[in-house]
């Protein structure tokens, strides 16, 4: 479970002109080859060599990676001028923009979080480049403004990170960070005036926190300064302190942390009667451990788990522990002990594991809201705390809950739901006569859902697994194996790829393009053992279901190699990497987000010897095989052609970095048959002001999809 911790991404001798013109649809715009470099920027050939376990690797750009050197800059400024070059002339993209504003326009919303006669909730409307924190004083009072973080940059490059109400909503903590670096200053606002408190906390990274009821302080987590720790350790290292309102931040109790692994990523939440601190420390992907602390006492922390390889979560309500855990249950089930036995055998089981994978558990209003999903799509049920099952909660239709809101005392509970044809919406359910309404809705007056077919697709991967995919286009699609698609997967880090609302996806279906997802191994779709299926030594099997998944677009007649493109970030840019090196026959075209690509040196740079558990490292001998077999930087083919590929990253991404795509983009543009080429061009894109993802405001992303769009319209002959 972990929710935080799983928080933490897309020429041969052919004029230019006819190119374009030809892959658009004959548009009648006037571009001049003349106009388009001959050929990308030279990047220069420094070799370097490491000796992995006796096995010999060169790296010609490994100067890349220093973004500060002045010869990486110029490199960089010239690429990006290639880039724009190529991009900024093609047909048919003021159209693509101008809609774009129209679809990212659509706003968004979240579902309340209750704290006293308070609800809080951010929501976005029209080009507003951030959401902004609401406070609404009881259930049908009016909204007022709480924290507008649109008001702290004119560009939008400020984002509201996260907030924490108090116990009884006096008080909102928040976090804010800058140009996408996702490394939160804390601030502290009083919900009935408006009022800042003096109280600012740095290096409050996606900071977990937990109010004392009298709102006299807090329990958080941040990150160590520098000099406080070995150089590099700063974004690692992450405590837990106590924080008393009034007192410098400098001087915090440490309450937990010191000594242990660095790459500890601890939670904290505090039981409803204030008395017990339950400490959620992640340990990866694959394991959890659970500490309790009296906080009446001066004893330290102590464990409740038993240190074995499982994910456990818990609330803490009326002096009973609830634990949410895949101990010896891949599918989760719930345990109930009570607070402060630290017995393992004293642990009952009341919610047992089902053919359904259980996401989380919370108490409200007495009950246990429990959150599962089958087949990729979401269900709610309700239980007594003995585990009996009271109801399933009814959803509108087969999609995903993107979040839940209540309190252990209030008998009602919020959450959002959204789906590919169904725009993101908050229900109210009410525990006491088991009613549901619609509290708020996302408005999307310029989508006809209607119009658009969702289907779930099941096909065979290389080992023979059954692996799904959703399926979405217009109604009346003809199969006739040239459709424009465009696939996308992820596979890792337990992260499933539930039915979204994405807007920018409408632009592609409106002119006739398929757009699928598949559910890769590695994601936490059917359970723990679907998501090692699909990590360390059996990464492969993600490349093997994402390769399975082109073929069975192909073999349905949906699309062709000439006509399907792939897109995916993070994790999943690893997963672009992959498909480009290992089945560049499959694909017209890559787009290639903030990716991992050289998983020989990845763990040293920003955050990543944190997904040391998930994928290995180069420095064991057993995991360097795997991971050189298949790390796509160091698989490109001299002289082979690969589709057209936009890498794209960002200036100040703290979580991976740069260089990945930087050294793949210069190692491509050298080697491959078509790295100097026109009509199949390999590309980089760098964000500026822009970070992994979060936070990125509005006017970016439109500019970003722009250049995505038109490149893919480009590429498989979309006509505008």
Known sequence: MAGGFRLFCVLTSLSVFAALVYAAGNSKSSTSSSTVPSAPPKAAVKPMVDIFHGTKIQDNYRWLE????????KWVEEELAYTRAVLDPLPGRPAIQKRLTELLSIGSVTPPEIAGKYYFYTKREGMQNQPILYV???LNGADRVLVDANQLAADGTVALDWFHPSDNGKYVAYGTSAGGSEMSTLHIIETKTGTILPDTIERARAASMAWQHDNRGFYYTRYPKKGDVPAGQEMYNRHVFYHELGQDPEGDDKIFGEGRDPEDWPEVSLSNDGRWLLINVSQGWTKSELFLMDVNSDKPPSRVTTGKNFLYDGEVYEGKLYITTNEDAPRYRVFVTDAGNFDREAWKEIIPQTDAVLQGVSVFGGKLFAQYEQNATSQLKVFD????????LSLPALG?????GGRWNRDEVFYGFQSFTFAPSIYRYDLKDNSTSLWIKVDAPSI???RYDVEQEWFKSKDGTRVPMFVVHKKGLEKNGRNPTLLTGYGGFNVSLTPA????????MEHGGIYAVANLRGGAEFGEDWHRAGMLEKKQNVFDDMIAAAEHLISEKYTDPKHLAIQGGS?????MGAMITQRPDLFRAVVCQVPLLDMIHYQDFQIAKLWIPEYGTAESPEQFKWLYAYSPYHHVKVGAEYPA???MTADTDTRVDPMHAKKMAALMQAEAKNGASHTRPILLRIETKAGHGAGKPVTKQIEEFTDVYSFLFWQLGVKE
Do not use: C, H, M
Not at 385 to 392: H, P, Q, V
Not at 501 to 508: E, H, I, K, Q
Not at 571 to 575: D, F, H, K, S, V
């Open 66 to 73: 220093d973004s500060n050197s002045p010869e990486t800059q």
């Open 136 to 138: 609404r004083e009881g």
């Open 385 to 392: 705390l003995d585990g009996k099952k009271l109801t399933d």
């Open 400 to 404: 995903a809950v993107f979040g839940t």
């Open 448 to 450: 006809d859902p209607s």
């Open 501 to 508: 609302f994405s807007r920018n996806a409408y632009l592609w």
């Open 571 to 575: 994790n999943g840019g690893l997963l």
């Open 645 to 647: 590929i936009l890498f």
